[in-house]
């Protein structure tokens, strides 16, 4: 019975933080080269990757979602406008949001982005069963909040 519950164990989990950084670390290297070619940086990545999958997002959901500043996020935000990589518009509903698209330009970085992950994530589920990366997602998802 009690070793059911060994996985909460607090070297356990300093386990798991060290895995995630290890995963962290190495997903977003195979992107590097990419990054480096368009002068970008692991800040306009995760913008970029954010925009993708929320298109039309709100600059304040970004902020709540990247846990950022604004100033900070202005400054990724400007790159990506200058290299014609991000589209800002106002909102339909309220003129005084802005909602942030991804351009042709963008969306084909983030193809290049995310192809070069996708392999190491791909390689990785075929090695699971389905219930491993079900189980996997459910508790990234709740790491989250």
Do not use: C, W
């Not at 060290?18 to 992107?31: C, G, H, I, P």
């Not at 070619?37 to 709540?64: F, M």
């Not at 698209?101 to 069963?129: C, M, P, V």
């Amino acid at each position: 019975m009690l070793k059911d519950f060994l996985y909460l164990k607090e070297q356990n989990l300093k386990d798991v933080v060290e895995l995630l950084l290890k995963a962290y670390t190495a997903s977003f290297s195979d992107s590097e080269q990419t990054l480096k070619r368009n002068a970008l940086s692991k800040a306009h990545h995760r913008l970029i990757l954010l925009i993708n999958n929320n298109p039309g997002i709100k600059v304040t959901e970004i902020l709540n979602n990247l846990k950022v500043t604004k100033q900070s996020l202005n400054r990724v935000l400007q790159d990506l406008i200058k290299k014609n990589l991000i589209l800002q518009k106002k909102a339909e509903k309220d003129g005084r949001e802005k909602e942030v698209y991804l351009s042709e330009k963008g969306l084909e970085l983030t193809n290049s982005l995310f192809n070069s992950q996708k392999n190491r994530i791909l390689n990785a589920f075929k090695k699971s069963s389905p219930d491993e990366v079900n189980y996997f997602k459910n508790v990234l998802k709740r790491i989250i909040g």
